[in-house]
């Protein structure tokens, strides 16, 4: 009922209160920075007085993988971080405001109003990775080589599916919460329990993370896939999103 | 058929019964006061009516629509203006309004038309490009009457609508709504008893989750009213004795000072109209007002409430 409209709306608050904006520069700084400093880490290293010349010798020389592996690096931390700040407030906040209630009474199903969110910030996510990937791509093509096309696509489609795993939690999180700070705290609990688990040697080859070190794979020409943590992401998405609605249907506003 | 259709409607938060039975019914066409002191169930009963909260148990219907059955439906016959209408900061009036358009279903045209109409109406054409977030509350209210009305909605539930304004504020906002008299049924909830004697035709007085009375704000006033005499004088000190002498007197039921006066509440208004002037004149007071007063709202809602019921 009315996704477009609101949909419309979502994308145009986006852009008038510069969440678009921050989201796309903070990933745009990310993408041109990592081949930067993959490239010139070294060369601080020597400029730095005192450092042993035995040291400077075992530092081998910059390549692509270096620059692919710093991009993966920042975008692991950072991106997650952004996907829980900027979506953990979405909902919360409507309802602490009072245009959730104003809203609801109008023909907007809270499925609406809760997909619209994801779909808009899932809009602002994308945008803002292929940004991210283009500083990243030409910096890497100036200071190295050219990367694959393919396999650095690949690495950022699952780059932003792990993005949206977390975006996914933090909206439930926005939905069950009833403050802000409640908000904040089961989204963090979320990445905690996520991540932790992800980071155990056996089972973390099912969880999101995963999904990382696959692409980097790809873009190495190596061998090994990691479909059943694709897969669980995808179901981790839905869950969430499925979840999210259930409860905001029965929730009283 | 009525608009608004309640039977039996009970909600309870844990121990407390927010609402505990309570029935209510609104003609179409008539602007109702939804009255009664804070925590009364007001608010309640309307986020039931406009479908934002769940009843424990008992029956609801407006507009012919059963608020628990189909939300859709119902959300295209209501306008709803909660006591704080919140908006987005970043849109300005006429964004909002056409935004609130589509959502309706309005094409472009009759989308500007209406939206047009209704800043003439709340006085906000001169500020429809402006943003909403540095609106002062009256604005807001004023944006949030314009709102629920921007799809001619059949009922039109309003919380405290004037509650938090200033008296120019006030004016403004009751004026309007006493404007839409005859163009759509309104549930107006407010504690505020001058709003509703100024605009309300009908008047619901509840208490504890339950309706006391409901009935035409006329015939309240006649069922429940209590005869009195209003006197004013310059001398405040003897006026004060000689009232204090009346009590004696068998017809006379009970004295309050009221904004510089005494009102005498009687049992027997033929004793009074025979001897109250009398007994002035003999005395030797000099009056500067004597008055048979009707009885106000303020005087029922406190038989049946309770002044204790006043927040």
């Avoid at chain 2, 066409?29 to 009364?40: D, E, H, K, Q, S």
Wanted: charged letters at 20%; proline letters at 5%; glycine letters at 8%.
């Amino acid at each position: 009922m009315n996704f477009l409209i609101v949909f419309r709306k979502e994308m145009q608050e986006q852009w008038r209160t510069y969440r678009f904006l921050i989201v796309a520069a903070v990933f745009a700084a990310f993408g041109l920075v990592s081949p930067v400093l993959a490239k010139f880490t070294p060369e601080m290293l020597k400029a730095i007085p005192g450092v042993p010349p035995e040291l400077l010798a075992a530092i081998p020389a910059p390549t692509v993988a270096d620059a692919v592996s710093q991009y993966v690096k920042n975008m692991s931390q950072f991106g997650i971080l952004l996907a829980l700040l900027v979506t953990m407030g979405v909902v919360v906040q409507e309802k602490e405001r009072g245009t959730a209630a104003f809203f609801l009474t109008r023909p907007v199903s809270r499925e609406t109003f809760l997909l619209v969110k994801f779909a808009a910030l899932t809009v602002t996510f994308i945008a803002s990775l292929a940004l991210a990937a283009a500083g990243c791509w030409y910096y890497t093509l100036v200071l190295f080589a050219p990367l694959a096309w393919g396999p650095f696509l690949a690495l950022n489609g699952l780059m932003l599916v792990v993005f949206l795993v977390y975006m996914a939690l933090a909206l439930l999180a926005s939905t069950i919460a009833r403050t802000n700070g409640v908000a904040v705290g089961l989204a963090f609990v979320a990445l905690i329990l996520v991540s932790g688990i992800g980071a155990l040697p056996t089972i973390g080859e099912y969880f999101p993370g995963r999904l990382f070190s696959w692409g980097v794979t790809l873009m190495l020409g190596g061998n090994g896939t990691a479909w059943q943590a694709f897969g669980i992401s995808l179901g981790l998405i839905a869950g969430a999103l499925l979840a999210a609605c259930i409860i905001f249907r029965r929730q009283e506003i | 058929m009525s608009s608004v259709h309640v039977e039996a409607l009970k909600k309870t938060y844990g121990a407390v019964h927010a609402l505990d039975g309570l029935d209510l019914q609104v003609a179409p066409g008539t602007i109702f006061g939804f009255l009664g002191p804070n925590g009364a169930g007001k608010t309640t009963t309307l986020r039931i009516l406009t479908g934002l909260a769940r009843p424990t148990s008992g029956t609801a219907q407006v507009a012919g629509v059963d608020v628990l059955k189909d939300p859709g439906k119902l959300s295209r016959r209501i306008g709803h203006l909660p006591e704080e209408p919140a908006f987005y900061g970043w849109m300005t009036p006429r964004e909002f309004l056409d935004y609130l358009g589509r959502l309706y279903g309005l094409s472009a045209s009759a989308r500007r038309a209406r939206t047009r109409e209704l800043l003439a109406l709340v006085r906000m054409e001169e500020v429809s490009k402006r943003r909403i977030a540095g609106f002062s509350r009256g604005m807001r209210q004023r944006l949030g009457v314009a709102a629920a009305l921007i799809h001619h909605p059949e009922v039109l539930f309003l919380d405290e609508p004037a509650s938090a304004l200033d008296p120019a504020g006030r004016k403004e906002v009751l004026d309007l709504i006493g404007n839409l008299r005859g163009q759509c049924t309104v549930l107006m909830s407010t504690h505020i008893l001058a709003d509703v004697e100024r605009v309300c035709d009908v008047v619901g007085i509840i208490a504890k989750g339950r309706m006391l009375v409901q009935s035409q704000r006329e015939a309240l006033l006649e069922r429940y009213a209590i005869p009195a005499f209003e006197v004013e004088g310059d001398d405040q000190a003897g006026l004060s004795l000689w009232v204090e002498t009346l009590r004696r007197l068998p017809w006379v039921m009970s004295i309050t000072p009221r904004n510089g006066a005494f009102r005498i509440t009687v049992r027997d208004v033929q004793s009074a109209k025979r001897d109250l002037l009398a007994l002035a004149v003999n005395s030797g007071i000099s009056l500067n007002r004597y008055e048979e007063v009707r009885p106000s709202l303020e005087d029922v809602f406190l038989q049946l409430v309770g002044s204790e019921g006043l927040a």
